[in-house]
């Protein structure tokens, strides 16, 4: 089992950034991460993802060129580093853990995770 905790959401204006962190806890066991996104009203969306090995990621095309996901294992936490934020990134941003087949894989479906965190949230004016 393991806890996600996120942190670092906040109310920015557009054009500015954030980074948000996800801690993870309650076991020794390494996981490939994501970031997903949720905003009112709307179904959640996927984000970012990170491979075990961290070599590999992968964003969606909407953030690409504007947000990077990164991990610090020294820490047991994974980054979401966002530029250029939008009106349209406002969301509260989750994200989540598994186990992964192998070190190098990702994840983009929110149904390949098992653990969650309750998520943050990110509200960017215009």
């Known amino acids: 089992q393991v806890q996600l905790v996120e942190s670092g959401g906040g109310l920015v204006q557009a054009g500015e950034s954030l980074r948000l962190s996800c801690a993870a806890s309650g076991s020794t066991l390494k996981y490939a991460m994501g970031w997903f996104r949720q905003a009112p009203g709307k179904e959640r969306e996927f984000v970012a993802t990170?491979?075990?090995?961290?070599?590999?990621?992968y964003t969606t095309e909407s953030v690409k060129g504007r947000f990077t996901i990164s991990r610090d294992e020294s820490q047991n936490t994974v980054f979401l580093h966002m530029n250029s934020l939008k009106p349209e990134d406002t969301a509260v941003y989750h994200c989540a853990a598994r186990q992964p087949m192998l070190a190098s894989a990702t994840y983009t479906n929110s149904g390949a995770y098992n653990y969650w965190g309750q998520g943050t949230q990110v509200t960017v004016s215009s």
């Open positions: 990170i491979s075990l090995s961290g070599r590999n990621t």
